[in-house]
């Protein structure tokens, strides 16, 4: 069975960091393209950053750009987002996607819900004093 799992979801204050890992279970990750999204209540799902399946090519949003940071563990099956410098406007329940293809570019257009077919659960953020 196809599975991604997020987790390292929290609480934490307005300055302070968070790993996410996205870890996949049934199929190489390795192969896909990875998204991470979030979804404030509200709000649609918005693409947050996205890795390319061959050459580690990377998309940020603007508002995370510079605060965040894509990566893959092979070894591991998992995909991360280090979040660091965290506001209270990035509070939402963070998803990871992902999507059986061979890509060496990513860009905003691909980094979009409807580009991706398997989802994970999701976690959630929460940024507070």
């Known amino acids: 069975q196809l599975q991604l799992v997020e987790s390292g979801g929290g609480l934490v204050q307005p300055g302070g960091s968070l790993r996410l890992a996205c870890a996949a279970s049934?199929?190489?990750?390795?192969?896909?393209?990875v998204g991470w999204f979030r979804q404030a209540p509200g709000k649609e799902r918005e693409g947050v950053s996205c890795?390319?399946?061959?050459?580690?090519?990377?998309y940020y949003e603007d508002s995370v750009e510079g605060r965040f940071t894509i990566s893959r563990d092979s070894a591991k099956n998992t995909v991360y987002l280090q979040m660091n410098n965290l506001r209270p406007e990035d509070t939402a329940v963070y998803y990871c996607?992902?999507?059986?293809?061979?890509?060496?570019?990513?860009?905003?257009?691909?980094?979009?819900?409807?580009?991706?077919?398997?989802w994970g659960q999701g976690t959630q953020v929460t940024v507070s004093s």
């Open positions: 996607a992902g999507r059986n293809t061979i890509s060496y570019s990513i860009d905003r257009g691909m980094c979009v819900p409807s580009y991706f077919g398997y």
């Open positions: 049934g199929f190489n990750l390795e192969h896909y393209v």
């Open positions: 890795i390319s399946s061959r050459d580690g090519k990377k």
